[in-house]
């Protein structure tokens, strides 16, 4: 089962874990510590900066590539009860008859690629990461809910 892990608990409450594809999450993750080395490792070159400007700028692409690892790394967990969004700093979790139904959002007419967004009945969305890997479960899942308008 691509995408999807089992655990042994997790077969007896049905619940299916699903993380962003391995490829894309990886190519994400190579850029960004391309980048981030890149800049930190820059030498301080003359200029109108001070150091601290540019202390500030290095440590500010550091939290972006931290940023960026942990948005890669959240996994959705669907289950009969509901549905669960987990990453590093954060978790959030919606019970079945907490949701009004989902939508399906892009990020623009050239790929960017689509992604779910779950609209709960009150409180704020949840939206489902980028090129997450997903299976017949999780699209019949899905479409349990009405399908909203964006």
Known sequence: MTGVQSR???QILNE???HVEYRTRRSIRVGLIFVAGLICAMPSLPSR???IDLLFGKTLMVLLAI???ERTGRSV???DTGIEL???F???SLRREEIRGYRIESLGRAGGGNFYVIVPLKGRRMTLPLHLEM???SHSWMHEFPKLKS
């Open 8 to 10: 042994g608990e997790s």
């Open 16 to 18: 299916h874990i699903y």
């Open 49 to 51: 900066n001070s150091p």
């Open 67 to 69: 940023w960026g690892w």
């Open 77 to 79: 967990t669907l289950s």
């Open 86 to 88: 987990a990453g590093w």
């Open 90 to 92: 954060s978790k959030r």
């Open 135 to 137: 299976d017949d479960y």
